[in-house]
C-alpha cells in the first residue's frame, strides 16, 4: 500500500448507552460495545435488530436520541458531519455508486471533496483499483453500469478507502452478490484488511459471513446488544437460546470457519514420483503423498492391501488428489476429507507444493470438548 | 444507420427551406404563387417576416429563460427538506394548472395585464413554468434514493449532493421541460398576436381575417418550422447528459 | 426519516391561510357603471365589517388547524376542508350580494361586479388548502366528495340567483342561448376529435410496436404533429382543404370547406393521436413476457389471451392516454374559434376582440371546468374499471 497506512493512526469506535427512537418506535435501546483499533467487529442480527441504524450513527447519517457515540473518546456529534463523513469509509451494496460517473471518478470522490489534485486522484485510484485485484486500464474509464455485481463491489471497497480512511463502515457490502462471488469478495476483503489494518464495523445478516470476517461479533436482536464476543466464543457458548437458534444447530460446523490450515496441520508423508515406495518405512501411515520434483503434489498412494514395495508412481491413484490450501479453513478441510475416500487431506501452498496435511484429529481438536 | 441519414437529410433540407422562406422574398413569392396562382396579394406588407421572427423568438425566449430558472428553483426548493412539506401540493397544483388551455392563460392575462407584449410573456411564463417544475421534481425525485445517501455518506455537504448527484442524474429529465415548455411557448405565442403581441401569429390572423389562405400559409409554414428546428436542437441537448437507459447497452 | 406524521406545523396549511390573508386586504371585486368603466374597487372589509371577521375567523381557524400542536395530520384534513369550503360559499355570496347592494347604492342599473385580485388570492388560498388535505387523505369518500361539494355550492349560489350581478355571469345571460349552442359545440368538436384519434390511435400504436421498422416513422410523425403550434396546424389545413373544396364543389355542399369545424377537427385529431399511440405503445412494451406465456401455457386461445390477459393490462395505460389527449383537446378546440369553428373560444377571442374581460372570464370558465371534469372523470374510471388494488384500500 505505499507505506499510506504509516502514520500510526488510533482509532477506536464507542457506542454507550446509545438509543435511538423514531416516536413511539424504539430502534435501539441503550446499546454500549467497543471496536478496538485495527479489528473488525460484525453487526448481527436478525432485520429490524437496529444493526445499520447503529451503523449510521458513526457517520451521523443519524443522530442518537440519547447516549454517546465516540471516535477516539470524542462525540461524533463535535465533528461537523460532512468533515467527519470524509475519514469514515462507507461502503454500501453496490448501487451506491454514482451511475453518471466513471470508476476512476467515483474512487476519487472523497479525494476530490478534500481538495485533493487530480494527478493524485488518478494515481491513487489506479493503486486501489490494483489492490483490489481491478486492472487499472481496463476499468479506469468504466461506468458502473458495465460492471459485473462483483466487481462494482469491489470498486466500492476501493472508494470506501481513497482518502485512506482509518475507519470503515460496511453495510451489508457484499449482500447484492451471487454466493459464489461473495465468499471471493470476503477472502480478498480479509487479505485487505490484513494489509491495512482498518477499524471497521460490518453489517450483515448472513452468519457465515459474520463468521469469517469479524475479529468480533455484535449480536443484536429488537434494538439490544444481546451478546458479543468473538465469533468462537459466540459459536461455542451461546449467551442464551435466542443466540443458540440464531446461530443454528451447525454451529460447531460454522465455528470451524474460523480456523486456518496453516495453523493445525501437521507434516505429510512424501515420496518422489520416481523413487520407490516400502510401505515398511510408512507403517504408521494409511496414505503417502506423491509429488514431482520440485515437491508439488501430484497424487496420494493409499495403502489397502497393495503390494509392499512398488514404484511410487504406479502406487499412486491421481483420482486423490484433491487438497486444501495453506490459508483455507478447518471447515473446508472437513468438506474435502468427507469428498474423498481417505480419512484425510494434503494440503498444499500457493504454488501447489505439499506442505502438510488435515485429518479428523486437528478438526477434532479445534472442536470444543463440550458442546451444549 | 440509414434512418438516421435519413432524418439529418431531411432535418438539413427543412432547415435550408425554412431559411430561404423567411429571409429570401424571392423563393417565398415563388412557392406561394406556386400554391397559390390565383391569390394577388402574396406577400404580407405591413410587416416583414424576419421581424415577425424576432417578435416571435424573444417573446418565447425571454419567457421560457424565466420559466427555467424561476421552474429550476421551486423544483429544487420542493425537493429539499425544508421545502418537502410542500412537494405534494407543487406537483398538483402544477397538474391542475396543466388543464387549462394555453390560450384560456393568455386570455386571462389579458384582463390583467392589458395589451401586447408584456402579457403574453406573462402568459408564456406562467405556463411554461408548468413542465419545468414537473420535470425538475420528477428528475430528482427518480434520483435513487440509496446513491444520494451514498453521496452524504462519503461526506458530501447538501448543496454537492445537489449539484454532483441529484442535478446530473436528472438533467436529461430536466431539460426535456425545459423542451416541452419551449415547444409550448413557441405555439402559444402564435395566439399572442391576437392581444396584439405581434410575433408569427399576426400574419396568420391577417390571413384568416382576410380570407387570404396564402397569409395563413406563410405564418404556419413558418411556426411550425421553427417549433421543428427547436425541438430538434433540443433534442441534441438532451443526448449531451447522462441517461439511466442508454448506458446500460454500450 | 422524520417523522412526518407527529410533525408539529403543517407548513402548507398555514401558507395557504396567509395568501388567503393577503387576499382578504385586497380588492375582492370591481363596481362598474358599464362594461367598459374602470370602476372602483371594493375590499371585505369595504362589503360589510361581519364579513370581513367572518372570512378572517375562518382563516384564523384553518391556520390554528395547520398548527395544532400534536394533532395527527389526518385528523387536521376534515376541518381544514370544511373551514375552505366555508370561506369559498362566503367569498362568492358575498361579492355577489354585497356587489348588488353597491350598484343598487350607486344606481349603476347596467352596471356589474368584476371579481379582482382579492377574489383570485382567496380562491388561490382555498386551493392550496383543499388540494393539500384532500392529497393527505387517504379516504376515497373525502377524495370524491369535496371537489363535489365545491361545485354543489357554486351551483346552488348561481340557480339561487345569488351572484346574478357577477360580470361574467351577466355575460352569460346576455347570451344564453349561443352559450348551449357554443358548448355543445366544444364537447362535440373535442369528443368527435379525440373518437378518431382512438380509433385510428389504438390500431397505430399496436402496428408501432408490432412492426419493429414502423416505429420510429411512425412516432416521428406523431410526435411532429405536437410540436407545431397548435394555430399554424390549423392554418396548415386550410389551406389544402380550401383547394379541395374549390376543385369539388360536391364537398362544399357536404360542408367540406377551408374554414370552419373540418380543418378543427382534421387538426385537433392529429394533435389528440401522440397520447393514445404512445400509451398503446407502452402498454404492449411493458407487458411481463411471462404473463403471456404462462396465459399460453395454460392453454388460453389467441382471442382469450387477448380479452382477459393483454386487454386488462394494457387497458389503464391506454385510459391514460385518453385522458392526457381529451384534457389537450378540450383547450385546443378553443383556438378552433380563431379558423371559424365553433366553441367556446368564440367568447374568448370575442372578448379579447372588444378588450371585454368578463366575456373572456366567462369563455375560459366553462373550458377549464369541462377539461377539469373530463380529467376527473377519466382518472376515475381508470380507477375502478379496472381490476387490480384501488388506492385507498391498498
Request: contains cysteine; glycine residues 10%; charged residues 20%.
Amino acid at each position: 500500500m505505499g507505506g499510506t497506512g504509516a502514520e500510526a493512526r488510533y482509532s477506536v469506535i464507542e457506542f454507550e448507552n446509545v438509543s435511538k427512537h423514531y416516536g413511539s418506535t424504539v430502534a435501539l435501546d441503550d446499546v454500549s460495545f467497543t471496536v478496538p483499533d485495527g479489528t473488525v467487529s460484525v453487526l448481527i442480527g436478525p432485520s429490524g435488530c437496529g444493526k445499520s441504524t447503529s451503523l449510521k450513527l458513526v457517520n451521523r447519517l443519524l443522530e442518537p436520541t440519547d447516549g454517546y457515540v465516540r471516535v477516539d473518546g470524542t462525540p461524533v456529534r463535535e465533528f461537523p458531519p460532512q468533515i467527519l463523513r470524509r475519514g469514515i469509509g462507507y461502503v454500501i451494496q453496490s448501487v451506491g455508486l454514482l451511475p453518471h460517473m466513471t470508476v476512476e471518478e467515483n474512487i476519487g470522490l472523497v479525494p476530490k471533496l478534500l481538495g485533493r489534485h487530480k494527478r493524485d486522484r488518478s494515481r491513487r485510484a489506479g493503486e486501489l483499483l490494483d489492490l483490489i485485484g481491478l486492472s487499472p486500464d481496463e476499468y479506469r474509464n468504466k461506468y458502473p453500469i458495465q460492471l459485473s455485481g462483483g466487481e462494482a463491489q469491489r470498486v466500492g471497497v476501493a472508494r470506501a478507502l481513497a482518502a485512506d480512511p482509518p475507519i470503515l463502515l460496511m453495510d451489508e457490502p457484499f449482500g447484492a452478490v451471487d454466493p459464489l462471488n461473495r465468499e471471493t469478495l470476503q477472502q480478498e476483503f480479509i487479505s485487505i484488511q490484513r494489509k491495512l489494518r482498518k477499524t471497521v464495523i460490518f453489517v450483515t445478516h448472513d452468519l457465515d459471513e459474520a463468521v469469517r470476517v469479524a475479529d468480533r461479533i455484535v449480536l443484536m436482536r429488537d434494538g439490544k446488544v444481546v451478546q458479543t464476543g468473538a465469533p468462537e466464543e459466540i459459536l461455542g457458548a451461546p449467551a442464551n437460546d435466542f443466540v443458540r437458534e440464531f446461530v443454528g444447530s451447525d454451529r460447531a460446523l460454522k465455528r470451524l470457519a474460523r480456523f486456518i490450515v496453516g495453523d493445525f496441520m501437521i507434516d505429510a508423508p512424501s515420496v518422489d514420483r520416481g523413487a520407490r515406495l516400502d510401505w515398511n518405512e510408512y507403517r504408521d501411515f494409511e496414505v503417502v503423498y506423491v509429488t514431482d520434483d520440485h515437491r508439488r503434489l501430484l497424487g496420494a498412494a493409499p495403502r489397502n492391501g497393495r503390494a509392499e514395495v512398488s514404484s511410487a508412481g504406479d502406487a499412486m491413484d491421481d483420482a486423490l488428489v484433491g487438497a486444501v490450501s495453506l490459508g483455507s479453513t478447518l471447515r473446508d478441510a472437513l468438506a474435502e476429507i468427507l469428498n474423498t475416500e481417505l480419512a484425510e487431506t494434503p494440503v498444499v501452498d500457493e504454488h501447489g507444493h505439499l506442505v502438510g496435511r488435515i485429518t479428523m484429529t486437528e478438526i477434532y481438536s479445534a472442536t470444543p470438548r463440550r458442546i451444549v | 444507420m440509414t434512418s438516421r441519414a435519413i432524418r439529418t437529410t431531411f432535418q438539413i433540407v427543412l432547415l435550408l427551406f425554412l431559411l430561404l422562406f423567411v429571409y429570401m422574398l424571392d423563393f417565398r413569392l415563388g412557392v406561394l404563387r406556386l400554391l397559390f396562382p390565383a391569390q394577388r396579394e402574396l406577400i404580407y406588407q405591413r410587416v416583414t417576416l424576419p421581424t415577425l421572427v424576432i417578435q416571435h423568438m424573444r417573446m418565447v425566449a425571454i419567457s421560457s429563460a424565466g420559466a427555467t430558472v424561476v421552474g429550476l428553483f421551486i423544483g429544487v426548493a420542493v425537493t429539499r427538506p425544508a421545502g418537502r412539506d410542500f412537494l405534494p401540493l407543487a406537483r398538483d397544483l402544477s397538474s391542475f394548472a396543466q388543464t387549462f388551455p394555453p390560450a384560456a392563460v393568455l386570455a386571462l392575462a389579458f384582463p390583467v395585464l392589458g395589451f401586447g407584449f408584456q402579457p403574453t410573456v406573462a402568459a408564456l411564463f406562467v405556463f411554461g413554468l408548468l413542465p419545468v417544475i414537473n420535470n425538475t421534481i420528477s428528475g430528482i425525485e427518480s434520483v435513487d434514493s440509496r446513491i444520494v445517501e451514498a453521496s452524504v455518506g462519503q461526506g458530501m455537504t447538501q448543496r454537492q449532493v445537489l449539484f454532483r448527484t441529484e442535478l446530473p442524474l436528472s438533467a436529461r429529465v430536466i431539460v426535456a421541460g425545459i423542451r416541452t415548455s419551449v415547444i409550448i411557448n413557441i405555439g402559444t405565442a402564435t395566439i399572442g398576436s391576437t392581444i396584439g403581441a405581434g410575433g408569427l401569429g399576426t400574419v396568420i390572423i391577417a390571413g384568416l381575417v382576410r380570407n387570404n389562405t396564402a397569409f395563413v400559409l406563410t405564418g404556419a409554414i413558418t411556426a411550425a418550422g421553427i417549433a421543428f428546428v427547436v425541438d430538434w436542437v433540443f433534442g441534441r441537448i438532451e443526448t449531451l447528459f447522462y441517461d439511466p437507459r442508454e448506458r446500460v447497452t454500450t | 426519516m422524520i417523522d412526518r406524521d407527529r410533525s408539529v406545523v403543517d407548513k402548507v396549511i398555514l401558507s395557504g391561510a396567509l395568501v388567503g390573508g393577503a387576499g382578504l386586504l385586497l380588492p375582492v371585486f370591481i363596481v362598474k357603471e358599464h362594461r367598459l368603466d374602470a370602476g372602483f374597487p371594493v375590499s371585505f372589509a369595504g362589503m360589510s365589517l361581519p364579513l370581513f371577521f367572518s372570512a378572517l375567523a375562518l382563516l384564523i381557524a384553518i391556520a390554528v388547524v395547520g398548527v395544532l400542536p400534536g394533532l395527527r395530520r389526518r385528523s387536521r384534513n376534515l376541518p381544514a376542508v370544511l373551514a375552505a369550503l366555508g370561506l369559498f360559499a362566503l367569498l362568492w355570496a358575498g361579492t355577489g350580494i354585497s356587489g348588488a347592494a353597491e350598484l343598487a347604492e350607486y344606481g349603476f342599473e347596467r352596471g356589474r361586479v368584476s371579481p379582482s385580485s382579492g377574489f383570485w388570492i382567496v380562491l388561490l388560498a382555498i386551493l392550496i388548502v383543499v388540494t393539500h388535505s384532500v392529497k393527505q387523505s387517504t379516504s376515497v369518500w373525502l377524495r370524491g366528495c369535496v371537489p363535489l361539494a365545491f361545485v354543489a355550492t357554486l351551483v346552488v349560489l348561481f340557480v339561487g340567483g345569488v351572484i346574478d350581478d357577477l360580470a361574467f355571469v351577466r355575460e352569460y345571460y346576455t347570451r344564453e342561448d349561443r352559450f348551449v349552442r357554443e358548448l355543445t359545440a366544444h364537447i362535440g368538436i373535442a369528443a368527435g376529435a379525440v373518437a378518431a384519434a382512438v380509433a385510428v390511435g389504438v390500431p397505430t400504436g399496436i402496428v408501432a410496436y408490432r412492426i419493429r421498422s414502423l416505429e420510429r416513422p411512425l412516432f416521428a410523425v406523431v410526435n411532429g404533429v405536437q410540436t407545431i403550434p397548435s394555430l399554424a396546424l390549423f392554418g396548415l389545413m386550410i389551406a389544402p382543404l380550401a383547394l379541395i373544396s374549390q376543385r369539388f364543389p360536391v364537398l362544399r355542399e357536404l360542408g367540406i370547406r377551408g374554414v370552419g369545424n373540418t380543418p378543427a377537427l382534421l387538426a385537433l385529431f392529429l394533435y389528440a393521436l401522440l397520447p393514445i399511440v404512445r400509451n398503446t405503445y407502452t402498454s404492449l412494451a411493458v407487458m411481463d413476457p411471462a404473463v403471456i406465456h404462462a396465459g399460453t401455457g395454460m392453454g388460453m386461445t389467441r382471442r382469450q389471451l387477448m380479452w382477459q390477459v393483454e386487454v386488462p393490462i394494457s387497458l389503464p395505460i391506454i385510459l391514460a392516454g385518453v385522458r392526457v389527449s381529451i384534457v389537450q383537446t378540450i383547450g385546443n378546440t378553443t383556438v378552433a374559434a380563431l379558423i371559424g369553428a365553433g366553441g367556446l373560444g368564440n367568447f374568448v377571442f370575442q372578448g379579447l376582440g372588444q378588450a371585454a374581460p368578463d366575456l373572456i372570464v366567462m369563455g375560459v370558465i366553462p373550458i377549464v371546468i369541462l377539461a377539469l371534469l373530463a380529467d376527473r372523470i377519466f382518472q376515475l374510471i381508470s380507477e375502478w374499471a379496472v381490476p387490480g388494488p384501488k388506492r385507498g384500500t391498498a
